[in-house]
């Protein structure tokens, strides 16, 4: 159990464009949501934390115009990237707590933004 | 300022060998420290939990030691396998959070050969 599954998996869209990726809890209720970034050879970044049916907390320096998170129900998070540029390019990945534990993320396989 | 150091050189080892791996931290004060596995253009896979009160933790291969006087955690696979070839990221579990935000480390690349 446990599974997170995001889509697309990957996607290249032109400059100035918005792109929506979904992060799914495919067995278990994800009442916390969290959208991280990973450049190249570089760790996770934490960029927001999103609960259900509230509004999402942003990291210092992310910012909420440009990254709309909305997390609708239980077992769907989207993260839009809006007016993409070349710099957005990177790995988006998303995890999910299981209910209320706080124990334990679990991630989905990621997606690659390329912005041309 | 705050860090969490990983070693950024790959971790080369025969088959069969144990495997350890490093995580370093300072300014943290964590609650809980979690290791994971990321193979390239995955996310990553839990592997291990380890609180402040427990030393080490056992799961199958896999050891993880937590020294919070050496703000340290060792993590160790024994009998090492070419499949267990990926990255391992170590992360901290922040106590004025809730314990629910992880800051990870840049990862460790292990490279396991037949």
């Known amino acids: 159990g446990a599974v997170v599954s995001q889509h697309p998996s990957r996607v290249i869209c032109k400059s100035g464009t918005s792109v929506k990726i979904e992060c799914r809890s495919l067995?278990?209720?994800?009442?916390?949501m969290f959208w991280y970034r990973q450049f190249p050879k570089k760790s996770l970044m934490l960029m927001a934390t999103?609960?259900?049916?509230?509004?999402?907390?942003?990291e210092q320096g992310v910012e909420k115009d440009k990254f709309l998170i909305n997390h609708a129900s239980l077992t769907l998070s989207t993260l839009t990237v809006t007016s993409a540029h070349p710099e957005d390019s990177s790995f988006y990945i998303c995890?999910?707590?299981?209910?209320?534990?706080?124990?334990?993320?679990?991630f989905g396989p990621g997606t690659r933004l390329t912005v041309l | 300022s705050q860090k969490i150091e990983q070693n950024s050189e790959a971790l080369n080892i025969q088959e069969g060998k144990t495997a350890t791996l490093t995580c370093n931290y300072t300014?943290?004060?964590?609650?809980?420290l979690q290791w994971y596995r990321q193979d390239p253009g995955r996310g990553p896979v839990f592997l291990l939990l380890?609180?402040?009160?427990?030393k080490e933790k056992r799961k199958e291969r896999l050891k993880v030691t937590f020294d919070t006087t050496l703000k340290q955690s060792l993590f160790h696979i024994t009998a090492s396998q070419p499949a267990d070839s990926a990255t391992y990221l170590c992360a901290l579990s922040l106590r004025n959070t809730g314990f629910q935000k992880l800051v990870f480390g840049t990862g460790t690349r292990l490279l396991v050969s037949p």
């Open positions: 067995d278990f209720q994800a009442t916390t």
């Open positions: 999103s609960n259900e049916g509230s509004k999402a907390t942003y």
């Open positions: 380890i609180r402040e009160n427990e």
């Open positions: 995890s999910g707590v299981r209910g209320r534990s706080t124990d334990t993320q679990y």
């Open positions: 300014n943290y004060s964590p609650a809980y």
